[in-house]
C-alpha cells in the first residue's frame, strides 16, 4: 500500500473505524491485520461493509486498511461502513449524491437503552406477584 491516503472515521453504537484508502489499489481490504472474511466470520457483514463501495462501482479500485475497536461485530461492520463512505466523498466530492441517496453517509444514532434501577434490564421487569 502507497503511503498517501485518505482518511475518514466511521462511528455504530460503541465502536469506531479509522479507515484509510488508497487511490492505486487492487481492491485489497485489512482489517486490524486481517482479511475481512477471517475478521467477520459472517458473510452479510462483510458485505454490508461493502455497500458504499458498491453503490459507487469503485469496488476494486481502492486499498482499504481499518483499524476498529470496541463494540460487537454488527457495530463495527456498521463503523467501517460510514469510514468508506465519507473516506470516499473525501476523494472525489461528486460520489456524495449517490451516497447520500443510499443512505450511507447517515451515522445511525440508536444506542443502547441504560439499564434502571429495580429492574433487570432496561425494559424488562421482575415478576409481578399479587401476593
Not at 503511503?3 to 475518514?8: F, L, P, Q, R, S
Not at 463501495?53 to 481499518?66: H, N, P, Q, S, Y
Not at 451516497?99 to 439499564?115: A, N, S
Request: hydrophobic share 35%; charged share 35%; aromatic share 8%.
Amino acid at each position: 500500500m502507497t503511503k498517501e491516503g485518505i482518511y475518514a472515521t466511521g462511528r455504530r453504537k460503541e465502536s469506531s473505524a479509522r479507515v484509510w484508502i488508497f487511490s492505486e489499489g487492487s481492491g485489497r481490504i485489512i482489517i486490524n491485520g486481517h482479511k475481512p472474511t477471517q475478521f467477520f466470520c459472517r458473510d452479510d457483514l462483510v458485505i454490508h461493509m461493502l455497500e458504499p463501495l458498491r453503490a459507487t462501482d469503485m469496488e476494486g479500485k481502492f486499498d482499504i486498511k481499518v483499524k476498529v475497536k470496541g463494540g460487537g461485530i454488527s457495530g463495527q461492520s456498521g463503523a467501517i461502513r460510514l469510514g468508506i463512505a465519507r473516506a470516499l466523498v473525501e476523494f472525489n466530492p461528486e460520489l456524495r449524491k449517490a451516497l447520500r441517496k443510499g443512505g450511507f453517509l447517515t451515522r445511525d444514532p440508536r444506542m443502547v437503552e441504560r439499564k434502571k434501577y429495580g429492574q433487570p434490564k432496561a425494559r424488562k421487569r421482575f415478576q409481578f406477584s399479587k401476593r
